[in-house]
Structure formats: C-alpha cells, structure tokens
C-alpha cells in the first residue's frame, strides 16, 4: 500500500521554524513506522535525523509525536494508522535537528530525585531478603525505558519546564517502595518542591502516553500519598 | 576541543557502565563515550537472565558452571577464564542485588533462578536452575541499575559522541577521537587507559536481533590499526528469533518449559539432544531447527520456519515470567502465545569473537600475549576467550559484570602511575579526512543499499551452515562492495544530528568485522560450536584446538596466526547432550 508520510522537519542551520514535508512511501500494513522512516532515510532524503537503536520498544530512542499521540516507532504498526501518517518531535523538549530533541532536561530531572538505591546498612554476605510481595509492591515501574513519551505528553510539563514530570516521579516511586531502599526523606525534598508531585493535575496523558503501560499516574497519585501521609 | 580523563571508557552498554562504576570505586576520574543516550544500548534488550551458581533453588557448584561453560563452548572457552568467570559471577550477581537490582524472588525472599539452554547439574545429568532472572528484562535492569550507581558516583558522560579513531603512541594507548553527533565536531579525549566496551556487530546480518547502532565501530578501527581479532568466525544464532523479524524471543521461554515443534508437531529437539532437548545450546538448537525446515517439516505455506509452543505453560507463567516477549508477539505478528505457537527462526545473536584480551581485559597483539599498554576490552566486543565456539546463554551479562569490573579496577590501578601524553591538532587528522572523503564525495553509491547487499549476502554465505565455496564467494562479495564503498555519497553536508554521516562510518566498519569473520570462517576447516562447516562436519582437535587471530593486511587480504587454548580440568570430550 501506499503511504503517506508528513514529516514536520527542522534544520537549524536553514530553517527559522519547523516545516511539513511530504513522502510517498510504498509499504506493509505490518511495517513499524520506524521502517517508513528508514525507506525516507535510506532512497528518497538521507538528510532526515530521527534516533532509534533497538528497533524493538525497549531502549526508549524513537519516541516522537505520530498521528498526534506519543509512540515509540518501532512499536506502532501501519496498520493501526491509515495511509496518512503525521510524524512530529515529542513536545516540550528543545528540537535540535528534525524528529531529534534535547534530551538533557529531562535527565536533569531524572538525577534530581536520585535513582539510585540508597541504603548505607553494611549490606549482608548474601543478597538482602526481599518477599515476591515487596518485589512486586514496586514492578511497574521497573519497567521504565526513559523514552520521555509520558514526560514530553504531560500540559503542566509544556507549560513549566521546571516541573519534574512523569517519568523521574515514576523513578522516584521505583525508589521509595522498595523495601530495600532508606533515601525516602532525601527524595523528598525534590518531590515535594514548588516543582515536584504537586504540579500534577492527573490528566492521564502520561498513562495514555506509556509505551510500555505503566499505571503512571497511578504512581504519581501514590508518590503523592506517601508525601502526605509522612509521619516525620 | 580536548578533554582529559584518567579513564575513557568506550560504550554506555552493561560491560561500558560496570567498567566506569568499578574504576571509579577504585578512585579514578571516569569518563564514559557513548554514541547513544545513556541506558539506550543494547544491553538492556537481553532478556532471559543472569547464570550463577547461587544454588538459590537446587543445590549447584561453580565448577557445574564452569564445566558446562567449557563443553557449551565446544571446549575453545580458555579454562583460566571460565574459572574466574564461574567464581566471580556468584559474587557479581550479589553486588548488583545489594546495588538495587530488582531480581525476582523466591517465596523465602532470595533470588529466583531459572533453566537454560547448556546450564546443567552433576556434569550435564540434566538442566539446572542457574539463571538469576528479573521477569524477562533482565539485562534491562542491569543497565539501569549500572546507570543508576554511575549517576550516585558522578561519573562524567559525553552523550552521542561517535568515536573515530584510538590514538597509540609508540604501541602505548594514549587517546581517543570523537565525533559529537549534535555538533559535528571533533573531539580529542587525552586519557591514561582506555577500555573498549562497544558491544557487538549483529548488523552485518539481515536477521538479527541486534540494535539497528551495533556496527563493530572500535573492532573495525583497531583491526585497521594492524592489532588482530581474535576467533571471528565463531558467531552465534540465537534458535528463536521472532519470525521473519529477528526480535529475540529469550532462550528463558524454552527454560520455563516452552517447546519447539516441527510442522509434524514433532518435539524434533528429541532426536537431537535426548538428555536436555529443547535446553540444548544454542549451536545445536539452531543447525536442528534450519534441517529440520531444510527436510522439508518446516511450518507455514513456505515451510520455512519452525514454532515454540507455550500453549500448555499456564497463563500467569507466560503473564509474569515473560511479559515482554507475550508483548513482542502480540504485536509485532498478531499472535497470543497464550494460545497459538509463536513463529520463530535462528537470529544474528551475538559475536564470540572480538578483541583478545587477559584476564584482567588488557588488549594483547599477538599469539604472545604481549599487552598493548593502556588499552582494555570487556564485553561483547572484547574477547577473553569465555565463551569459546559457543555461548551459552546468560553468560553474556555474567561476562560484562564479571570482566567489567576487572578492566575497570585493573585501568584505574595502571593510570594512577601514568602521564597523560599531550596530544596536538594533528591527531584529528585522519578521523577528519574520512569524514571529509565521505561529505564531499561525488559517487553514486548509497549506504543503505549497500547496507542491504552486505547483510543479505552475509546471510546467504556466512550463518548458521557455511562451506568453503560458499565462503570464497563472499570474499568476492566483500571486496567488491568495499571497492564500491570508496564512492559512497551521503545526501546530508550538514553538521548538526548528521546521523547519515554516521550509517556511512558504520557502513565501513560493518564491512572491516565482515572480511575478518569470513576470511576466519573460510580458513577454519573443521566444525565446532557455531562455526558449521558443511564440508568439514567434524571437529578436528588435532589441528585446530587453538585461537584465531585474524590481522588485516590491506587490499582486502587477511592474514592469521594461532593461539593456544589454555586447557585444565576439562579434557576436551564428544559433545554429546
């Protein structure tokens, strides 16, 4: 079948904005759209700059805007689109050459809420002990690619750059119930800032977003709780 | 621009960020180059787990490991370094639990482990459960929890920098050059040690279940340099590979009691691996499933795959222990493996081969090995020889924890008695010209064809069966295609995101670890483990229980010498499962 491919491109060595470009792709209703992407790249316009690495939904590089939703484009088929297909950066993040965004703002936040495990106990000859319950209090969100697809979907992340965002909340609970972890004060006071959990307005674009359907704002709502209910 | 650091490591993948982590410890000033994003390398796309003898579910012993390790490898593996490795990895799995590493547990809290193919007990008496799993993104978790210590140790990143060239001075490792992808600049990193830990080159195949970035960049360029890669021709396909995709599906699948079925609905691993079956290695898993297509039992209206059936494994088994790979099926071909058999193939898996280096992951030169000072290799990308002619699963990510953390505490104790060297402009030079060669030129050929042809050739003449007549064509193939890669044209002349620019570079070094793999291929006259030679099916010890380095001499001639396999508490034996 025959695709239609509209592109919204940039190149900030020629271009003042970003525009729309066009292609005619020949293609299978099987096809990825990260497969349309390197039929562009590879026979009609090697200028067009898009990062991918895995090609399988699991290293989080391909996340951009297709038929205004956020999707990694080697987990959305073509016949889950139609013959018209919109492919756009993810918003919110500074374009710097086509489909290709800064990423370091959101790694900013990501740092911000430390996620690492923090635990200073001398730790035990063995591994520490932890229940299939208490590992599964925490599972979701393990499964966190740091693609920035809920971040980049979230209005209040749009609006207020400064606001953590979805994804390092996320990383944050990932931390904050594992019942190995001690650092739950020191996340705080990044959590709990004028840009931390309270900023969320609970649109659900970030769940909506997950390409891995992670509960996120789920986990936001109980990163929340676990604030507010803080005996210190 | 220049930057100084006592230790440069090379790749942001699980060998890269245990390395960096483990130099740091030991109190070195780290850097990391990586021409991906942090937590995007491929490490993170392994699935199955993690093998060591923690003995958590049945009793098991590092010498089992060890044995297993050797006999999977087709008794290539060096035993010092399957020695070693058994050992440490029991200690490695532990320090990545106390490091945060969300493992499954056990119902008495301790770490979950499940079977795999070739991890047996009571040497080879039947399968054991060795591989410490996290559902089925293992090697994702420990990538993040890697990045997540290496974010606790400030270790310094340069995201997206390409690297172009390894300076030596004098056969001492002195410095790197690197392509920033957001700039177009190029960079030179002054440092004391070095270690490559850039992962594999999966991309030479059509079918692989490698990231679309694995390209043998800093294979290619040292083998380039004159220094040797060590038993190319050993490359692993993995038995199931999401058909006709290539996206693994893990070996995790067959351990918790998936089976592969013929279009007869025969349970074929029957007849080829009576003891163990369907948790046979993956060499012989993968020779049985392309036979069994070859004679005519293949499924599907062109009969040319097989299919792994997990309709009888109860439902919460496939939700939990494999999500992922449920997922994968579900989308990528429509298929519920709950209740129909997954399509599969073998699929371009993982490079035995690489660069040689001891146990301590220092670079050697020759059959010698004398070291060449300040430069280290861990990882898929180094070669120590581990996993021999054949790996066994999950010991790909006991390996980079393992010999990550031994190059990493061994460069940052050798750096601390170092100088760093001052490097000038000139040695850009050469990294400038082949980007320059490349943005002005004026042919007409085009890297994704070109791409195209190499893997589709590669699959035709060098898998899983390969001949010397096969073999000796795709000498002929190789040479042709890099003649045509000296009129590669890109579109894009620009600086910023040239990503273009950088499929061109990794087009040339698909090409270099190409001719070393063929041409060890085609020298090798016998079989063992992945290395099938249809024209010499036996192994033959006599002649050829010894290493392959492989040396480019130029003009696309290769030329080799023999390293002897460090034997010891296993005679090599029939390989019989």
């Keep these: 079948m025959q695709v239609t491919l509209k592109i919204l491109r940039f190149d900030p060595a020629k271009d003042a904005r970003p525009r729309w470009q066009t292609f005619q792709v020949e293609a299978e209703p099987w096809d990825r759209v990260l497969d349309l992407l390197h039929k562009v790249k590879g026979e009609q316009d090697g200028t067009l700059a898009f990062r ?43 374009v710097e050459k086509d489909l290709i965004v800064d990423m370091e703002p959101f790694f900013a936040a990501y740092r911000a809420v430390k996620p690492f495990l923090i635990n200073d106990e001398p730790p035990p000859e063995r591994e520490r002990l932890q229940s299939p319950q208490e590992r599964e209090r925490f599972d979701p969100g393990t499964k966190c690619i740091l693609c920035a697809a809920c971040t980049t979907s979230c209005p209040v992340f749009w609006t207020n750059g400064t606001y953590l965002g979805p994804a390092a909340i996320v990383q944050a609970h990932r931390f904050l119930f594992d019942s190995r972890d001690r650092g739950k004060r020191e996340r705080f006071k990044a959590l709990a800032s004028a840009s931390g959990v309270w900023r969320c307005r609970t649109a659900f674009n970030c769940t909506e977003a997950c390409p891995r359907e992670i509960p996120v704002t789920q986990l936001i709502e109980e990163v929340k709780r676990e604030i507010l209910f803080d005996r210190f | 621009m220049a930057h100084r650091h006592e230790v440069i490591v090379v790749g ?111 040497w080879g008496k039947a399968p054991v459960h060795r591989a410490a799993h996290a559902a089925d993104r293992t090697g994702h978790m420990i990538l993040q929890t890697l990045y997540q210590q290496c974010v606790k140790h400030n270790i310094t990143f340069y995201n997206e920098f390409h690297v172009t060239d390894v300076i030596l001075v004098d056969g001492v490792a002195r410095g790197l050059v690197a392509y920033e992808l957001a700039t177009g600049e190029l960079h030179l990193f002054e440092a004391k040690a070095i270690v490559i830990a850039s992962g594999g080159f999966g991309r030479i195949y059509k079918v692989t279940s490698n990231a679309y970035t ?194 990493g505490i061994h460069a940052a104790r050798f750096a601390k008695d170092q100088d760093y060297l001052e490097l000038t402009e000139e040695h850009l030079g050469e990294s400038r010209e082949r980007i320059e060669r490349i943005k002005n030129s004026t042919g007409k050929e085009k890297v994704a064809q070109l791409r195209a042809e190499l893997q589709q050739s590669m699959m035709d003449h060098a898998s899983v069966f390969r001949t010397g007549e096969l073999l000796k064509k795709q000498v002929e193939v190789l040479k042709e295609l890099m003649d045509r890669y000296q009129r590669i044209a890109i579109d894009d002349k620009g600086d910023a995101y040239n990503t273009e620019l950088v499929e061109a570079l990794e087009l040339g070094y698909l090409l270099e670890v190409s001719e070393a793999l063929v041409h060890s291929a085609l020298n090798r006259t016998e079989s063992r483990g992945a290395h099938a030679r249809e024209d010499y ?19 696309g001639k290769v030329s080799f010498r023999y390293k002897p396999v460090v034997l010891g508490r296993f005679e090599p034996r029939a390989r019989t499962y």
């Design chain 1, 52 to 94: 991918r690495s895995c090609g399988h939904g699991i290293c989080g590089s391909d996340a951009m805007l297709i038929n205004g939703r956020n999707r990694l484009a080697c987990k959305t088929l073509v016949k889950d689109l139609g013959s018209v297909i919109t492919v756009e950066p993810i918003r919110g993040l500074p």
């Design chain 2, 12 to 122: 942001a993948g699980g060998a890269g960020l245990a390395t960096a982590l483990y130099a740091a410890r030991e109190g070195a000033d780290v850097a990391v180059v990586s021409k991906l994003y942090p937590t995007r390398s491929h490490t993170g796309a392994a699935q199955g787990g993690i093998g060591a003898a923690l003995g958590n579910v049945e009793e098991d012993h590092w010498e089992w490991h060890m044995f297993d390790t050797v006999k999977g490898g087709d008794y290539l593996t060096d035993q010092d370094a399957a020695e070693v490795f058994a050992k440490e990895v029991i200690e490695a799995v532990i320090e990545l639990e106390h490091m945060g590493l969300p493992f499954d547990r056990l119902p008495n809290g301790k770490i979950a482990q499940r079977r795999f193919g070739g991890h047996t007990k009571d």
């Design chain 2, 214 to 407: 694995l390209t043998g960049d800093l294979q290619a360029i040292l083998y380039r340099k004159g220094l040797p890669l060590e038993d190319m021709e050993f490359y692993q396909f993995h038995p199931t590979g999401l058909f006709p995709l290539g996206i693994l599906l893990t070996e995790g699948a067959r351990g918790e009691g998936g089976i592969l079925r013929n279009a007869l609905g025969e349970r074929f691993m029957e007849r080829y691996a009576p003891t163990i079956k369907d948790l046979a290695p993956r060499d012989l898993v993968s020779r049985a499933m392309y036979l069994e297509v070859r004679e005519g039992r293949g499924c599907g209206p062109k009969k040319d795959h097989v299919l792994l059936d997990l309709t009888h494994l109860p439902p919460e088994v496939i939700e939990k222990k494999l999500p992922d790979i449920s997922e994968f099926s579900r989308i990528y071909l429509g298929v519920d493996p709950r209740k129909e058999p997954v399509p599969v193939m073998p699929t371009a898996h993982y490079a035995m081969g690489g660069i040689p280096t001891t146990l301590w992951g220092e670079v050697i030169r020759d059959e010698k090995n004398t070291v060449v000072p300040g430069l280290y290799a861990a990882g898929e990308a180094a070669c120590v020889s581990l996993h021999g002619a054949n790996r066994l699963g999950t010991n790909s990510l006991g390996d980079l924890v393992v010999f990550g953390r031994r190059a």
């Design chain 2, 537 to 555: 099916p036996e192994r033959d010890d006599q002649n050829w229980l010894k290493h392959t380095l492989a040396y480019k001499v130029g003009d």
